[in-house]
């Protein structure tokens, strides 16, 4: 059979697609409110490359889960996408259809929630939700729907007798499972996944994201991974983006951001977490709190906060520069120039 | 919800997660409130703050604003029926039968009274009746509910049974029972038998509320400081729920004009009063219709609607906005947004 | 099970505090109004219907209350529930009771199921389509509709479909001259009689299904599953009826059952002004009457039918939730 849901190599060769699988231009998303317009997400853009782990991290209210769901094409009014593209496999999905987008969506990109409690049809069994997805797309013989709906299950873990089960059955942990599980039916080239371990434990979330990882790396799929946490993401993350105030701060490869990092955000925010190894630092928050998004300061976004704000910072906002193959939002760095993204 | 004549769902209703939409408008409401106001910032929000807070978004919202209007007209009338209309409601002194003309706006009844008269002077104890059983119930209503609430336990268990069990006892049968047994006593009576049977309803709704309250860290401040429970019921849980309050106060109200004008149809109303359901009864028993007087029944039956629009919209504004989702969305703009960057 | 269970016990409950609450009324009120009653009527009824309403009224019997009390319960359960005192003098309450209920049952039992489908089927039709002037102008309209007392808007129908407009009738279950059977034409009219007080009972009661379904469906479109059909690339009708509205549907179930109190009490006005012969036309005319052992009965019977209907929509509930099924 040539044809058949999650077709492709499962012998560990970790790219079925080569090259750009997401290119993200200038996206941008406004909430159209009575009290005015918040812009959430400002002129956005980042590439992803087939079969790459990208982390993108921020506090509450950054926009990073709106910036996932403009990806994904998922938002709801009061939001809108005014602006960008996002062009996927070639296509570019602004605008599009629900119709449209409904021979893309699951089958070459899937969604996973934050809470699977809240994600999972509450009145239907697990069973019947694997079904829908595959059925929406043409999959019609039931021993092979049953059939892939075991082998996903027992790719994350679970013993497929739970496909019966209702979510509310199932452990915080399984829920979870099964959500990705359900996002890798079809073995997508691009999975979106906002949050997926805040509602877990510790423990439960490093499984969770070890598994995650060695499923990426078996089937080959790209990862879009959105957290607050960055000491979690940063461990299996191939790239990392930090968003604040609706923008990117600051964009490389994971090891030089998570070491390195040149923004004071990015620095702020890896200060904040304390090692359980070396020296015993005093905890240094970043004072202060993110900017009204319905009212945007003139300037940098940061320089409220920032310890090392200079005069100009208020007067003109920075653009992106490039340190060391990193990109910058940041004016210390504009006038160094060395190495290209 | 304390919609209009809406039966309780099972509880609470259930919130999100923390979807991207929240993320971006923290400042503004809290999802998840079963209904009345946001609660804001929880302990310390006084009456007097959520009053005031109240004021701003009746004057923002179209429902609140002509809802409020109808009360505030109806009261007015109900204050200074004399300076409207000259005439005694009760004399009857007129030629009978009368249609309108400018000494007899409405006309005149069978018994040759003068209909305006009778509207006007109609509307003071149709408000005694409303705002009387709003008070008692709701204070009734409050007392149970918080009560069980914070009691817990077999307090709870037991108040609950009792609430359930009058819910769903068909209170118009068990009026209209208890009013034949009770035939022509007076307004007090009315308004104390209703009250008494109505109270359910609301109680299941603040009982849902002040639980929700149980465990907030005021609360637990509060007991820490060695505060009684009496105390702390009064003087802090109330005052936190004012907004709701408010609402289960209308709802009561409603009620009691359409329960009342509607004992007083079957002829169990205090005869000595001359009220809108009074008029009814009368007109129907001498065929106002068949006999040319449609006003005299037209008429009365209008102000029912328009004194119980008024407290309607006024709650139906206040759901709305303890709500926002359920606001009047601006149409869809499809995303064809190509903005060449 | 054990949910439906638990049902079943406050549904007995429930059943038990009416028929407390129809023993002990009378007897609270001064002077106890249907000793006098009885007393006046007493000349014509049979001893056995004597011994009933002793029980029941606590009239001229030599028990003491308690033993009233169970011989009332007693009663009840073998469905004596003595004579009708004034309606039909001597003639057993059970009998006139029953031959009332049909036309109720017919009237507000198609009628209410009919206003809960359209008004569920238009509310999430509405949440589905939001936007534009009609989703702003569509709950004040509604929330109006449902002040409007019943009785008031039967009568303003009769005004202007029947006596203005002479075009149906608004008097009796049936016109008169005819003799009742299971005839075309006497069918035919009974069904002209019933499309007045129908109508008003549709427009009434559809009010309250439309918005509340609205205001679930929103809120339900507004959760995460619905928002994962959507990723999942799932038809629009799909995620409407499978994901949104089976949700959605499912306080409005519940509610259906609570606002049946209403319901009654609106089909008993709606009776009373269109002179339809049914269990609420012939509450009133007890009422009018003080024919108390006939009022009573009819409260019973009502309860007992909301009740039931309670239960019927409980066990549709756990069949369509799981959560509420318990195990596991």
């Known amino acids: ?341 | 919800m304390a919609t209009v004549q809406t039966p309780p769902g099972p509880g609470e209703a259930g919130g999100g997660t923390e979807t991207a939409q929240a993320e971006a408008l923290a400042p503004v409401a809290s999802a998840g409130q079963p209904t009345g106001l946001p609660l804001g910032g929880g302990g310390g929000i006084t009456g007097a703050r959520s009053l005031r807070r109240m004021g701003r978004a009746i004057t923002s919202n179209r429902k609140a604003t002509v809802g409020t209007a109808l009360l505030v007209l109806f009261i007015l009338v109900g204050l200074f029926p004399g300076v409207i209309a000259h005439d005694n409601p009760q004399a009857e002194i007129y030629p009978r039968s009368l249609s309108p003309s400018t000494q007899h706006w409405l006309g005149t009844t069978s018994f040759g009274q003068d209909i305006f008269a009778q509207v006007v002077w109609g509307t003071r104890p149709v408000l005694l009746i409303a705002f009387g059983v709003g008070l008692l119930a709701t204070v009734v209503a409050m007392m149970i509910g918080v009560a069980a609430a914070y009691l817990g336990g077999g307090w709870d268990g037991t108040l609950n049974v009792i609430t359930d069990v009058l819910l769903v006892i068909p209170l118009f049968p068990l009026l209209i029972i208890i009013g034949s047994y009770l035939h022509g006593a007076g307004t007090a009576v009315m308004i104390a038998v209703i009250a008494a049977t109505s109270w359910s309803y609301t109680a299941r709704q603040l009982r849902a509320q002040a639980l929700s309250l149980r465990n907030r860290d005021f609360l637990n401040a509060a007991k820490v400081r060695g505060e009684r429970p009496l105390y702390i019921i009064c003087m802090e849980i109330i005052p936190t729920m004012t907004s709701l309050l408010v609402a289960a106060f209308l709802t009561n109200a409603l009620y009691a004009v359409l329960f009342s004008s509607s004992l007083q149809f079957i002829g169990l109303g205090d005869p000595n009063v001359t009220s809108w359901g009074t008029m009814l009864y009368w007109a129907e028993n001498n065929e106002a219709f068949q006999t040319g007087l449609p006003l005299w029944i037209i008429v009365p039956g209008l102000c029912i609607v328009a004194l119980g629009a008024g407290f309607a919209l006024l709650n139906y504004a206040f759901d709305e906005i303890g709500n926002p989702a359920l606001r009047p969305v601006r149409s869809m703009r499809r995303a064809r947004v190509q903005r060449a960057r | 099970m054990r949910f439906v269970l638990r049902r079943t016990g406050f549904f007995l409950l429930t059943l038990w505090v009416a028929l407390t609450l129809n023993f002990v009324l009378p007897r609270l009120m001064p002077g106890n109004p249907a000793l006098a009653i009885i007393g006046k009527f007493k000349g014509g009824i049979s001893p056995q219907a004597v011994k009933v309403l002793e029980a029941q009224f606590g009239v001229g019997t030599h028990q003491n209350v308690l033993a009233q009390y169970f011989s009332y319960l007693g009663n009840t359960a073998t469905f004596k529930f003595g004579v009708s005192l004034t309606t039909q003098p001597g003639a057993s309450v059970g009998r006139i009771v029953l031959d009332a209920v049909p036309w109720t049952l017919g009237l507000v039992g198609v009628t209410t199921v009919l206003a809960f489908i359209l008004g569920t089927g238009i509310g999430i039709l509405a949440a589905w389509r939001r936007g534009g002037a009609l989703d702003g102008l569509m709950p004040p309209i509604f929330v109006i509709m449902t002040v409007i007392p019943y009785f008031w808007i039967g009568l303003v129908l009769i005004l202007v479909f029947g006596v203005k407009l002479k075009l149906l009738p608004y008097f009796f279950t049936y016109n008169f001259s005819m003799t009742p059977g299971f005839n075309l034409a006497f069918i035919g009219n009974v069904a002209e009689h019933a499309i007045l007080p129908a109508f008003t009972l549709l427009i009434t009661t559809i009010g309250i299904w439309i918005l509340t379904m609205r205001n679930t469906m929103i809120t339900t479109l507004a959760e995460d599953y619905v928002r994962m059909a959507r990723a999942k690339g799932l038809p629009g009708h799909r995620i409407m009826l499978d994901y949104a509205a089976r949700n959605a549907i499912l306080p409005n179930l519940t509610g259906f059952a609570m606002s049946l109190g209403f319901v009654v009490g609106g089909a008993i006005l709606i009776e009373e002004v269109f002179n339809y012969q049914g269990v609420g036309y012939l509450l009133l005319q007890a009422v009018g009457n003080d024919d108390y052992p006939l009022m009573q009965a009819l409260f019973l019977l009502i309860t007992v039918a909301v009740l039931l209907a309670i239960l019927i929509s409980d066990v549709a509930t756990a069949i369509l939730d799981p959560r509420t099924r318990g195990a596991g």
């Open chain 1, 1 to 341: 059979m040539s044809s058949g849901p999650g077709d492709g190599p499962r012998d560990g060769s970790a790219t079925r697609l080569s090259g750009t699988v997401l290119e993200v231009r200038d996206l941008s998303v406004e909430y159209v409110m009575e009290r005015g317009t918040v812009l959430a997400v400002d002129r956005v853009s980042f590439d992803l490359a087939a079969g790459e782990f990208l982390g993108i991290v921020g506090e509450s209210g950054c926009g990073k889960s709106t910036l996932l769901f403009a990806v994904a094409q998922l938002l709801v009014p009061p939001a809108e996408i005014t602006g960008g593209s996002v062009t996927f496999k070639g296509r570019n999905m602004v605008g599009l259809t629900d119709t449209e987008l409904s021979s893309v969506r699951w089958k070459d990109l899937s969604v996973v929630m934050q809470s699977a409690m809240n994600a999972l049809n509450p009145v239907k069994a697990i069973q019947a939700q694997f079904a829908d997805a595959m059925r929406a797309h043409g999959v019609t013989s039931k021993t092979e729907i049953a059939d892939r709906s075991a082998e996903v299950l027992k790719m994350v873990g679970i013993d497929p007798v739970h496909l019966k089960s209702y979510p509310h059955q199932l452990s915080g942990g399984m829920r979870q499972r099964s959500m990705i599980a359900m996002a890798l039916l079809f073995t997508p080239d691009l999975v979106i996944m906002d949050e997926p371990t805040s509602a877990l434990d510790v423990v439960a979330q490093r499984s969770l994201m070890v598994q995650i990882k060695e499923l990426q790396e078996r089937l080959g799929f790209a990862i879009i991974f959105v957290t607050h946490d960055m000491s979690l993401v940063s461990h299996f993350s191939d790239r990392l983006i930090v968003m604040y105030a609706g923008e990117v701060a600051e964009a490389g490869a994971t090891r030089q951001v998570f070491d390195s990092p040149q923004h004071p955000y990015s620095i702020g925010l890896l200060e904040a977490f304390p090692s359980i190894r070396g020296p015993r630092v005093p905890l240094t928050g970043i004072p202060g709190s993110p900017p009204d998004l319905a009212r945007i300061p003139p300037g940098c976004r940061f320089a409220p906060r920032c310890p090392k704000v200079m005069s100009r910072c208020t007067e003109a906002p920075p653009e992106l520069y490039p340190v060391d193959g990193t990109l910058v939002r940041c004016f210390l760095h504009d006038g160094e120039g060395a190495g290209h993204g």
